[in-house]
């Protein structure tokens, strides 16, 4: 059998992605190999292949217990001879899995990096032929990464402890210059074949806002997402808890996910949402490593992580069915204290390289040029040519606001006052106000009467004007202009036609000009009104802010 047929037998996979095969091959050549790929890239599959086509057993170290599990259980479904040694193993289970070892049992053996200071598990790897020792997240080797284990030092000692010195294989999605020196050093790596594949995601929306209120952003993005699958990151498990509450309350369903949850209630949390039963997760960074959910749509950080390893690990969670998806951060200044007490208070490796990167964190919170190009950067990659289209920074258009309702209040309003009047009495009628004219013409008994009561009034004359500008409505005469409808009126009336504002991103160097000629920044200010109008309403209301407008009138 070679690698391809493995590949499709076990896995059904019926090609390697980028980077798998050539790993593939370096190993079953004999050479050591270090992967680099970014989180979502397959790694796995590099060292589980040439696994089953090495003769004798292939250990792989892991950091977190519940990842390796899952991947023992998945092998074992694939009908591949895996088991795994951690330190919950009663001493007679593990004289089990010692034995079935020695008679040849198992082409994997995963192992908790904690479990390689122990001696009896040095006198089970003596016993056994190990072809080689795959070591996954080798990141957590260096101080210089984001997820120091010491543990991982004994590595190396495995290759002392064996007659004959193993291939040794590591895998990664975070290495920095710095961290890949340590990787090959620490793990002792000889001439190892190297492989990074491209860290570009395409399908990745990156963006970082900088909201007044994160609750009302995070609640106005949910909004507008519904039934998506995403996951929040918070900084804090208190962060999280709050957050949960909140959206609870605004009728957000959700479900969340920190280490100060029971073991119980974190995996049914977990498994809610692996299996769509709630679209929402709300977590601390003790999630998603391991977690393989390919339709994730968006991952939001409600907090500023504290590097860009970090930050890139848990954005890339989104999309990896390679289908497009929103990585959105939301910035406050307050971001960096907590990141700044985080690192003082804990245990005081490294304390000034994590300042580094905690500055290098905040620097991609404040670029104004391609975020894509600053990430691909940041990992020692090489950078688009080009701005990228695609990110908070490139892109000129990433949102639109559908307004048709608002826009259809306003067209019928116009009708039923017979197009005689002009903006300012066309809004107090929309507005419900109680003036000396709106009663002399009997307007307060118009349906149309207060539909936009909750609108502030010059928010309804913006609105108007947008229309106009838009050409949904026109101004006739010049001195006291009255407002018509136009041919695109019946259009939206009738519902042929959605109406959407932009929002565009103004950069301060090139003046943008919508198709109306308005100023960019006009409809910018009034999307940002609209989007908090609509926060306000469905707040007071407790409803969903997107109402039809039932207009009974309109049966021409
Ligand atoms: P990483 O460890 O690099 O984050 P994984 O090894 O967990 O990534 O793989 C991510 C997902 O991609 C898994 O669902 C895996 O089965 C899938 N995958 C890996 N290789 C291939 C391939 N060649 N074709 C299709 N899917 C693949
Ligand atoms: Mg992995
Ligand atoms: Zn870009």
Redesign the pocket.
């Known amino acids: 059998m070679n690698p391809l047929n493995i ?1 499709k037998k076990y ?1 059904g ?5 980028p980077g ?1 095969e050539e790993l593939i091959q370096a190993i079953l050549s004999g050479k050591d190999a270090l992967g680099i ?10 060292y589980q292949v040439p696994a089953l086509l090495l003769d004798g057993v292939t250990i792989v170290i892991s950091p977190l217990i519940s990842l390796m599990k899952d991947q023992v259980d998945t092998l074992k479904e694939y009908g591949i001879e895996a088991e795994l040694i951690n330190s919950t193993l009663s001493t007679k289970e593990f004289r089990e899995i010692r034995a079935n070892a020695r008679m040849g049992a198992y082409k994997l053996l995963y192992v908790a990096p904690e479990r390689l200071e122990t001696e009896s598990f040095m006198d089970l790897i003596r016993e056994v032929p190990v072809s080689m020792v795959a070591v ?1 997240e080798a990141h957590c080797v260096s101080q210089w990464g984001h997820d120091f284990r010491p543990s991982y030092r004994r590595v190396s000692q495995i290759l002392y402890a064996l007659p004959k010195r193993p291939i040794v294989a590591a ?1 990664t ?1 975070t290495a920095t210059p710095l961290v890949k020196e340590d990787i090959i050093k620490l793990l002792e790596l000889n001439k190892p074949f190297e492989l990074t594949s491209s860290f570009d995601r395409p399908n990745l929306y990156f963006e970082v806002r900088k909201p007044e209120n994160k609750l009302h952003e995070t609640e106005m993005y949910l909004r507008e997402h519904v039934g998506e699958s995403g996951v929040i990151y918070c900084a804090t498990r208190k962060g999280v808890d709050d957050l949960y509450e909140r959206l609870l309350r605004l009728g957000l369903p959700c479900t969340k996910y920190h280490a100060g949850l029971s073991e119980a209630e974190r995996s049914s949390n977990q498994d809610d949402f692996l299996y769509d039963r709630v679209s929402v997760m709300i977590a601390t960074n003790a999630f998603g490593m ?1 977690i ?1 959910k ?1 339709n994730v749509r968006f991952v939001l950080h409600y907090n500023m992580p504290k590097n860009m390893e970090g930050y890139y690990q848990e954005a890339g969670r989104a999309g ?1 069915d390679g289908e497009e998806a929103q990585c959105i951060l939301l910035f406050g200044t307050q971001d960096i204290m907590t990141n700044r007490y985080l690192i003082e208070n804990a245990n005081g490796l490294g304390r000034q390289i994590e300042y580094d990167k905690l500055n290098s964190m905040v620097d991609y919170c404040n670029t104004e040029s391609c975020l894509r190009n600053y990430i691909l950067n940041y990992f020692g990659q090489q950078t688009l040519e080009e701005d990228c289209h695609h990110c908070g920074s490139c892109n000129n258009d990433t949102e639109e606001s559908d307004i048709t309702v608002e826009a259809q209040k306003i067209l019928s309003c116009v009708k039923r006052m017979k197009e005689r009047f002009g903006s300012t009495q066309v809004a107090d009628v929309l507005k419900g106000s109680n003036t000396q004219k709106i009663k002399s013409f009997k307007f307060n008994e118009l349906t149309t009467y207060g539909v936009m009561k909750d609108y502030p009034k010059d928010t309804i004359k913006e609105l108007i004007s947008f229309l106009v500008a838009e050409g949904y409505l026109q101004l006739v005469g010049t001195q006291y202009p009255i407002i018509q409808l136009t041919e695109a009126s019946y259009e939206v009336l009738k519902g042929k036609k959605p109406v959407t504002i932009k929002r565009i991103l103004v950069k301060e160097t090139t003046p943008v000009r919508s198709r109306s000629g308005l100023d960019a920044k006009v409809d910018l200010v009034l999307f940002e009104k609209l989007r908090s109008i609509r926060y306000d309403i469905a707040h007071k209301q407790h409803i969903q802010p997107f109402m039809v407008f039932p207009d009974t009138t309109l049966k021409e």
């Open positions: 590949l896995y996979y019926d090609a390697f992605r798998q790929m970014p989180t979502g890239g397959g790694k796995s599959i590099c996954d895998f999605a391991g393989d390919p990896r």
